[in-house]
C-alpha cells in the first residue's frame, strides 16, 4: 500500500502500486478501474461471463498483465479497453482512467448506442396530470379488452 509523505496534497492521484513483473487479479483490477463499485460485484461479473480477456472467459482470481485487451459488459454496454497499468487501490476516477485506454471503435458504438436509446425518449410524451373520471372509465375499458 503507498505511503503518502506529510507534505502530500491529497488531490494528487497515486501511482500504480502493482510492481512491473507482477499481476494484478481481474476482479481487484476491475474495482480499482472504476468499472463496478464494490469487489464481490466485479467478481460476479467475471463469474457470470461478463468479461473477457483476449476472447477467453476467465476466473475472478487470473491474474491481469498489462498489454491484455479486455471485453467488458456494464449496464447494457460494451467496453472494449486495453490495460496500460496495474493497480490494486482504488483512486480517484482521474487515476483510475489511466489503468486502460478504450479503443475507438468502442467509444464510437457506446456513443451510437447512447443517442439511438435518446432518439427512442423523445417519441414518448408523459400526460400532464392525471386522468380524470372519463379517462380512468377508458382505461378500465381497455384493460378489459386484454384480459379476454
Known sequence: MPTRSPGHDSREPLAPTAPAGAGVRIDLWLWAARFHRTRSLAKQAVET???EVDGARPKPSRM???GEALRIERAGELYEVAVL??????????????????TDASKARRA????????ERNG???????PDKRARRLIRALGDIDAT
Open 49 to 51: 461471463g461478463k468479461v
Open 64 to 66: 491481469l498483465r498489462g
Open 85 to 102: 497499468a496495474l493497480s490494486d487501490v482504488r483512486g480517484p476516477a482521474s487515476a483510475a482512467q489511466r489503468l486502460y485506454a478504450e
Open 112 to 119: 451510437e448506442l447512447r443517442a439511438q436509446r435518446a432518439a
Open 124 to 130: 414518448y410524451q408523459p400526460p400532464e396530470g392525471r
